[in-house]
């Protein structure tokens, strides 16, 4: 097997039976003695004596060091063709140089990447620019997005994807130029469906205000009416911006059309919980009692789950004692209150709950256990997550793959990859098939110990064991390849993913296009901005201040500005950078117009402190002009 070679045979003895610790999961509580914690901090003692220190290396191996690729010259990429064109020349495709290949290293990465691309030739190519800028307009989650959070599938459109991408594209020329968007829609004779606007609103995601005025712009189409799936959608868009009185409108106006349906109110219940307003995420209540929806335990569920991933699991126990008395309570409900507790590291309470539910009945099934491994883990208790592991072998529910994924990652990130790859083989041992998830987990901890040997081997398994890689895992090798500074790399991976299928976050767009600009590649962190428009991918926060940012470090202010304000127009929020030296920089241009364009539309954002910096600049500027006028 590819990654026998990788495993060191000789186990490696985990604190297990031994660890002792004031957690008992039969559900009582007690304390930990002195004489304990002597005996454990002894017991650690010789388990790092006898092993060597225990924990980073995968012994055995000779360790690979990985040389920081700085990115590519323009000149030296080669050249490829492409059948798309809208307004763009040929693109640049970033390869591996050929001299390189003798760094044992980037040989290893090379077979890595034959594995992920092993047609690297006919991938699908960058558009490129006739000038090196754009007037194109285009979206984590935060959200600053977290791709192993995301739902990362392969996506397939149920809507006209030609229809959709000519739609958006007017969209986005007439909005940014403040046309009547409206009435060229009108005219262009779209054939309007549920199916195309709600992939629209997709599109639009991170730009609210295009994306409302699409919105209702296809409400007053003759032949055409929403449903629930586009008033959801829309409704997902305004919840994210925070857009509160506009979503009520709508879900007001759903209830007048008879279109509620229980996803709406979840939407909105889950909304005022992440934005912290507990008042009128328990008021969404009374609206369903308004429009004759039974408030049932699964809403409720809903609600305390809600709050609880907020990190507001106080909020979450205070409303459940409130409500208790009005439904029955049942396994989940207990579920979502430890997990909140888990979530904000409250330890005593995840105890408490996890005390009632046994006392009330209740046989913690094996989602209980894992919110427990996590919640320990979180809070760096991983002796306990381990005797609680090993309660889970000895008594049940037997551990699954999701158990030892959860320990797995956890070692992962301490780079304790010997004792990782113990519960990897032990996994194996007991008949669990291992997934992409887990994979992708040793994938990262060997990557970030800079040991690409080790990524290939795993690849290879994968390959071997018909577990090919999903999307998590070549964001994660992306990832790997642009903390590196390696981002020709990192294109290559991309091209591999979108090749197979795979649709990229913006997630995956914002780590190659920093990285470029990181290694001083302005032009190609330029082309990864126009893929991913070209992609379909609107922009989100984190992209523009990312773009902007390096606009304003090259000296490019006037089109740092036009970003800058094509952001605040769709409905985001001004950025965090230094205003200080945008305004100086148009200063010194003697642009004082702009400046008091930008400080009120600063203002109308609420980014009162950046209103005043362009205002005192555009102040200082003018007092500089009338003093050259009297000289």
Same mark, same amino acid.
């Given at each position: 097997m590819a990654l026998n070679n990788l495993r060191n045979r000789k186990k490696y003895t985990v604190i297990r039976a031994q660890s002792l610790t004031n957690w008992d999961f039969n559900g009582q509580l007690f304390h930990r003695s002195a004489s304990a914690s002597a005996n454990l901090r002894r017991v650690r003692q010789e388990q790092t004596t006898a092993h060597g220190g225990g924990g980073g290396g995968g012994g055995g191996g000779q360790q690979v060091c990985v040389l920081y690729g700085s990115s590519l010259p323009l000149s030296r990429l080669h050249h490829f063709t492409s059948d798309y064109s809208v307004r763009r020349t040929r693109s640049h495709f970033p390869h591996l140089l050929s001299h390189l290949s003798s760094y044992p290293l980037l040989l290893t990465l090379q077979e890595t990447l034959q594995i992920l691309a092993p047609n690297s030739g006919c991938m699908r190519d960058f558009c490129s620019f006739s000038n090196g800028y754009s007037d194109t307009d285009v979206e984590s989650d935060s959200s600053r997005e977290n791709f192993e959070s995301r739902k990362c599938d392969c996506v397939e459109s149920k809507g006209d994807p030609k229809e959709v991408d000519r739609v958006c594209k007017v969209i986005d020329e007439l909005f940014a130029l403040d046309r009547n968007m409206e009435a060229v829609l009108d005219e262009c004779g779209v054939n309007l469906t549920r199916d195309l606007v709600v992939e629209v609103l997709e599109r639009l995601r991170h730009a609210r205000r295009p994306a409302f005025r699409f919105f209702c712009w296809a409400g007053r189409r003759p032949g055409y009416t929403h449903d629930s799936r586009t008033y959801n959608k829309m409704m997902l868009i305004l919840g994210k911006t925070r857009q509160f009185e506009t979503m009520v409108t709508i879900l007001e106006e759903m209830g007048e059309r008879r279109l509620l349906s229980i996803e709406t109110f979840e939407i909105a219940i889950k909304t005022f919980a992440e934005a912290k307003e507990r008042k009128k995420a328990v008021g969404i209540f009374e609206l369903m009692k308004k429009y004759k929806f039974k408030?049932?335990?699964?809403?409720?569920?809903?609600?305390?789950?809600?709050?609880?991933?907020?990190?507001?699991?106080?909020?979450?126990?205070?409303?459940?004692?409130?409500? /208790?008395?009005?439904?029955?309570?049942?396994?989940?409900?207990?579920?979502?209150?430890?997990?909140?507790?888990?979530?904000?590291?409250?330890?005593?309470? +995840?105890?408490?709950?996890?005390?009632?539910? =046994?006392?009330?009945?209740?046989?913690?099934?094996?989602?209980?256990?894992?919110?427990?491994?996590?919640?320990?883990?979180?809070? @760096? !208790?991983?002796?306990?997550? =381990?005797?609680?592991?090993?309660?889970?072998?000895?008594?049940?529910?037997?551990?699954?793959?999701?158990?030892?994924?959860?320990?797995?990652?956890?070692?992962?990130?301490?780079? !304790?990859? !010997?004792?990782?790859?113990?519960? &990897?083989?032990?996994?194996?041992?007991?008949?669990?098939?291992?997934? +992409?998830?887990?994979?992708?987990?040793?994938?990262?901890?060997?990557?970030?110990?800079? @040991?690409?040997? !080790?990524?290939?081997?795993?690849?290879?398994?994968?390959?071997?064991?018909?577990?090919?890689? #999903?999307?998590?895992?070549?964001?994660?090798? *992306?990832?790997?390849?642009?903390?590196?500074?390696?981002?020709?790399?990192?294109?290559?991976?991309?091209?591999?993913?979108?090749?197979?299928g795979f649709q990229p976050t913006i997630h995956t767009y914002n780590m190659m296009m920093k990285s470029y600009f990181q290694t001083g590649n302005y032009e190609m962190g330029y082309e990864i901005w126009e893929e991913m428009i070209r992609m379909g991918c609107c922009p989100d926060?984190?992209?523009?201040?990312?773009?902007?940012?390096?606009?304003? @470090?090259?000296?490019?202010?006037?089109?740092?500005?036009?970003?800058?304000?094509?952001?605040?127009?769709?409905?985001?929020?001004?950025?965090? *950078? #230094?205003?200080?030296?945008?305004?100086?920089?148009?200063?010194?241009?003697?642009?004082?117009?702009?400046?008091?364009?930008?400080?009120?539309?600063?203002? &109308?954002?609420?980014?009162?402190?950046?209103?005043?910096?362009?205002?005192?600049? +555009?102040?200082?500027?003018? /007092?500089?002009?009338?003093?050259?006028?009297?000289?």
């Open positions: 408030v049932g335990v699964d809403t409720i569920n809903c609600l305390l789950d809600s709050l609880g991933r907020a990190k507001l699991g106080k909020e979450a126990q205070l409303l459940f004692e409130k409500l /208790k008395e009005r439904f029955t309570p049942n396994l989940q409900t207990y579920t979502v209150l430890l997990n909140g507790w888990c979530r904000v590291k409250n330890l005593m309470e +995840a105890g408490r709950v996890w005390n009632e539910i =046994i006392e009330k009945g209740f046989k913690p099934d094996i989602v209980v256990h894992h919110t427990m491994l996590e919640g320990l883990l979180r809070c @760096r !208790k991983t002796s306990d997550a =381990i005797k609680l592991f090993e309660v889970m072998k000895a008594k049940g529910p037997s551990p699954k793959v999701r158990s030892y994924t959860i320990l797995i990652k956890d070692l992962c990130k301490q780079m !304790k990859m !010997k004792e990782a790859i113990e519960y &990897f083989e032990e996994m194996l041992e007991s008949g669990c098939e291992p997934d +992409a998830v887990v994979y992708t987990s040793l994938i990262t901890g060997f990557g970030n110990q800079k @040991r690409l040997d !080790k990524v290939y081997g795993l690849l290879e398994e994968m390959e071997e064991k018909g577990c090919p890689p #999903d999307a998590r895992t070549y964001n994660a090798l *992306i990832k790997l390849m642009t903390n590196r500074r390696m981002p020709d790399d990192a294109v290559r991976i991309y091209k591999a993913m979108t090749k197979f926060d984190n992209s523009y201040v990312v773009f902007i940012g390096e606009l304003i @470090r090259q000296g490019r202010s006037e089109k740092a500005c036009q970003y800058l304000q094509e952001m605040m127009e769709k409905g985001m929020k001004a950025p965090q *950078i #230094d205003y200080n030296k945008f305004a100086a920089d148009f200063s010194r241009a003697g642009k004082s117009g702009i400046l008091e364009d930008l400080a009120q539309k600063m203002k &109308f954002s609420g980014k009162f402190e950046e209103s005043n910096v362009f205002a005192r600049w +555009a102040e200082m500027m003018k /007092k500089r002009i009338k003093r050259s006028e009297h000289v």
